[in-house]
């Protein structure tokens, strides 16, 4: 495990196409996190920019959201592990604030709660989608959350030990779920939320959002 003083944590970044967005997340990082892109199949050259800008990349070949995270979290040696989305709506730059609180030993899993900087950043359907979400984790597992956004962090080996099994959409809010089952103490800190680089593979239609919300309705049964 790589856990110098000058290593403050691994970002994973799961990656679909998102060779536009790459340059501004990847100078986003900061100092002291190593990126590791998980590119799932890309076609326009993802992987290829991401290891020219200096990030480590991995490839995961199974489809899915959780596969990408979940062969990120493997590939990762630091002792923390944040996990952020890879188009821009969220600025890397703030893994330090939601680490924090881990680093420190006040919390296990740390979430950031997303604040939209501009009215389309965070479109209505995927939005409410979260918003009933949330509910249903709050019923499940009496955990009060008020966004369940992909900006969260925790330590390496306690994730590995959730062993999560959704590989699909359903996997944050797994990794939610388990770690309450598990007495985990998990916060929220607020990030600005901004419009991302390109279209949404998943919630940027009203189609996508269901997907996902069966997907998270599945791992709640």
Do not use: Q
Request: hydrophobic share 45%; net charge positive; aromatic share 4%.
């Amino acid at each position: 495990m790589n856990d110098s003083p000058t290593h403050r944590g691994d970002l994973v970044l799961p990656c679909l196409d998102e060779a536009a967005a790459l340059p501004w997340v990847l100078a986003r990082v900061p100092l002291g996190w190593t990126p590791i892109v998980v590119d799932n199949g890309s076609t326009d050259g993802s992987a290829e920019l991401a290891r020219e800008l200096g990030a480590r990349v991995v490839r995961e070949p199974r489809r899915g959201f959780g596969a990408a995270c979940d062969a990120g979290l493997r590939a990762a040696d630091a002792e923390i592990v944040a996990f952020c989305d890879c188009d821009g709506s969220l600025d890397p730059a703030a893994v330090e604030t939601v680490a924090g609180p881990v680093r420190s030993g006040e919390a296990d899993l740390v979430l950031a709660r997303r604040r939209p900087t501009a009215r389309n950043a965070w479109p209505l359907h995927a939005r409410a989608g979260n918003v009933a979400l949330a509910r249903m984790v709050r019923r499940r597992t009496g955990v009060s959350l008020r966004d369940l956004g992909p900006l969260r962090a925790a330590r390496r080996e306690a994730l590995l030990g959730l062993a999560l099994s959704d590989r699909r959409s359903g996997y944050p809010l797994e990794m939610v779920v388990r770690a309450a089952d598990a007495g985990w103490r998990i916060r929220e800190t607020t990030v600005p939320y901004r419009p991302r680089t390109g279209r949404s593979k998943v919630t940027g239609t009203w189609l996508g959002t269901l997907g996902a919300v069966r997907d998270m309705r599945a791992v709640l049964r």
